[in-house]
């Protein structure tokens, strides 16, 4: 049998470079998840207050940031502004602000969902005791709305995880791009490197992303009554 | 902005398009009925058929699409399988989209109390009439904001097209970038496109949640 190409894997550092690369895609993602939670709670309780405008003003970016690809935000904030505005942004910050963009209505949306779904005799009980607006919302509201919400923040993640996969073309070194090189490397020495490197890619997003979402599941059933 | 540039380029646009939609659609499609038989083998909890549909469903769920075509596209050709570019898209779209459909499909199929069934076996119906009669119309009014979502996300994945050498609405947008520098006007013509091809696809699912909301029976 011929030699395989899966040793290509194990030459020289090929391994952890190839870790090091998903980590960049992790890191990107879970400081996006950071800012979108705080930011998509702040948006969540915004949209149900009752301003009109500042109602409106936020569905017109939900609806605008959920209906375009990730793929042309990022396009617009990292050749956009360059082009545009003179603003030259790297590779990986155009990519958080996109993403923070994107997971802050996604949360938000969620917050909102979650919020609403307080029967409305929780907010007039806690008015009733003589708590302030703010007391209600810190006390009674939030504790039971997070309840719900954790789960879908968990799912949320993993989401952000597999879409940062998009990063790698904006020119972002990453786990692919690594990919890339390596196969380009050993071009003549092992051609039949590319199905083993892509392939061990494949699962290595699976053995990150499946225990976060089997988490989220578990959380939702445990959380359910 | 450059309006005659914009004029000019406007089939471009138009013809990537084309090819989104129906690669989409395609993708859908396919996607549609691998959900439905991935739901029903576990409703029913099929023997072999079930635990294959569990694993498929966690490999699909949690791993990107670019990933997926990568391997089909890049990978595939060295051990000989070789594959279209646009065959490689439809693939890559319904081994995602499958499990996301199947997902719609099982919180329908297990909304529906049991009783239903029992009532329904009780009338004298026979499996097959229980499932086609009582069982999915209701499980597919629940699902169906599911279903909505998952098209939409479909049809937003089918930006990653271009890696596979597709000339998708993406790739226009690139290549008019590179070649004239009008990064403003191409931009521009790529949100206004992706707008025209999900404002309404949106706009109906909205409307189609509305009109739905009263096919539930007995609440």
């Keep these: 049998m011929q030699d395989l190409g899966i040793r290509v894997l194990f030459m020289g550092d090929n391994f952890w470079r190839l870790l090091g690369g998903l980590w960049v895609t992790v890191k990107i993602s879970l400081t996006a998840v950071l800012l979108s939670v705080a930011l998509g709670i702040l948006l969540g309780i915004v949209m149900t207050l009752?301003?009109?405008?500042?109602?409106?003003?936020?569905?017109?970016?939900?609806?605008?940031?959920?209906?375009?690809?990730?793929?042309v935000l990022l396009f617009i904030v990292y050749f956009g502004l360059a082009k545009s505005l003179g603003i030259n942004l790297s590779g990986q910050t155009a990519a958080v602000i996109v993403f923070t963009l994107w997971g802050t209505a996604e949360m938000g949306d969620l917050v909102r969902g979650a919020l609403i779904s307080i029967p409305r005799h929780q907010y007039e009980s806690g008015d009733a005791l003589g708590l302030s607006r703010m007391q209600v919302y810190r006390y009674i509201i939030l504790p039971q709305a997070l309840r719900r919400l954790i789960p879908l923040a968990i799912n949320l993640t993993t989401r952000m995880i597999k879409?940062?996969?998009?990063?790698?073309?904006?020119?972002v070194v990453e786990v692919l791009k690594v990919a890339q090189q390596i196969i380009e490397a050993n071009r003549?020495?092992?051609p039949d490197s590319a199905i083993w490197l892509y392939g061990t890619i494949f699962f290595l997003y699976f053995i990150v992303c499946w225990p976060v979402s089997r988490l989220a599941v578990r959380l939702e059933k445990r959380w359910k009554n | 902005m450059d309006t005659q540039f914009i004029t000019e380029y406007i089939p471009h646009y138009a013809e990537a398009a084309k090819l989104t939609f129906r690669l989409g659609v395609t993708g859908i499609v396919i996607s549609l009925l691998i959900g439905l038989w991935a739901a029903l083998v576990q409703y029913y909890k099929v023997p072999v058929l079930r635990r294959i549909a569990a694993v498929y469903i966690e490999l699909s769920r949690n791993t990107p699409l670019l990933v997926q075509l990568f391997f089909l596209y890049f990978g595939l050709p060295k051990i000989g399988v070789i594959i279209s570019s646009q065959s490689c898209a439809i693939i890559g779209l319904s081994f995602l989209g499958g499990s996301y459909m199947a997902e719609a499909f099982r919180s329908g199929l297990e909304a529906i109390e049991t009783n239903q069934t029992e009532a329904a076996l009780a009338i004298g119906l026979e499996h097959k009439q229980v499932m086609r009669y009582v069982i999915f119309p209701q499980a597919l009014s629940i699902s169906v904001p599911a279903l909505c979502a998952n098209v939409i996300f479909l049809i937003k994945e089918t930006s990653v097209f271009s890696v596979v050498a597709l000339a998708d609405l993406m790739y226009v947008a690139k290549d008019l970038i590179g070649l004239y520098y009008k990064t403003d006007e191409a931009l521009f013509m790529l949100v206004i496109s992706y707008l025209i091809l999900l404002l309404p696809i949106s706009l109906a699912a909205a409307w189609l949640e509305r009109r739905l909301r009263y096919a539930g029976f007995g609440n």
């Design chain 1, 50 to 71: 009752k301003y009109k405008i500042v109602r409106y003003t936020a569905k017109v970016y939900l609806e605008f940031i959920r209906i375009m690809p990730q793929l």
């Design chain 1, 188 to 190: 003549y020495t092992v």
């Design chain 1, 163 to 171: 879409t940062t996969t998009l990063i790698v073309l904006i020119g």
